[in-house]
């Protein structure tokens, strides 16, 4: 048990639609990322932020935009959902700082149809 | 696009022989990880080396790091059906961003061990 947790486990969209994805992290963990694994393939780091702010982006379009709160929870919302969007999506925390473990929780399966 | 690779794409063995995953990446690295993952589900955290190590023992894990072939190994000793999964080598980028705590790592496609028992 990494003590991360995310809602909801499993969700059905369709293209075109728009998507909120929640994760709760440890207490204390002002660190948060989210990831998208595809399958078959290893997860994609999307965006990570740090007390409350964006602190670094990957590969991925404006329409996948985050929120933390000051409650060690967060959220991904992706807009204008596409096909291709259907992945695993991966929140993980850590303390911050110079941590390096990532505490990862059980992810949400978003199927776009 | 994804750094790390991993070698094999699958593996099946016999429960009680050795498992060995190889990991290769293209840039420097503070340091590398290895995460097991069940039936797609969320990832566990097994070993982490750094930069300047060479070596690491957890358990029944032992991983090698090799900076100047850009390679890593993950051995898994005495392996158990209870060890299926798939596993993947992650390389931490730090200071790849501004901000305390700022880094992501950047996976492999992973390798997918099977234990027969």
């Known amino acids: 048990e990494t003590g991360v947790t995310q809602s909801p486990t499993h969700l059905i969209k369709t293209r075109g639609q728009q998507v909120t994805l929640r994760c709760s992290s440890q207490s204390g963990h002002n660190t948060v990322s989210w990831y998208q694994q595809a399958l078959g393939q290893g997860p994609q780091f999307i965006f990570q932020y740090y007390r409350e702010e964006e602190n670094g982006r990957g590969n991925f379009p404006p329409r996948f935009s985050g929120l933390q709160f000051p409650n060690y929870s967060s959220e991904l919302n992706v807009n204008a959902l596409e096909l291709d969007d259907s992945a695993l999506y991966l929140c993980?925390?850590?303390?911050?700082?110079?941590?390096?473990?990532?505490?990862f929780g059980p992810g949400t399966r978003l199927t776009v149809l | 696009s994804q750094q790390g690779e991993e070698d094999p794409q699958a593996l099946s063995i016999q429960e009680g022989e050795n498992a060995t995953m190889n990991c290769s990446y293209k840039?420097?690295?503070?340091?590398l990880q290895w995460y097991r993952q069940n039936s797609g589900r969320g990832l566990v955290h097994l070993i982490l080396?750094?930069?300047?190590?060479r070596e690491k023992h957890s358990g029944r894990l032992r991983v090698t790091l090799d900076t100047s072939k850009k390679s890593s190994s993950l051995l898994i000793t005495a392996s158990r059906a209870a060890d299926t999964a798939s596993y993947f080598c992650?390389?931490?980028?730090?200071?790849?961003?501004?901000?305390?705590?700022?880094?992501?790592?950047?996976f492999g496609k992973g390798t997918k061990l099977s234990v027969i028992p």
């Open positions: 080396i750094r930069s300047n190590e």
């Open positions: 993980a925390s850590n303390p911050g700082g110079v941590t390096d473990t990532q505490y």
């Open positions: 992650a390389t931490d980028h730090s200071g790849a961003y501004s901000g305390a705590g700022s880094y992501q790592l950047t």
């Open positions: 840039t420097s690295i503070n340091n």
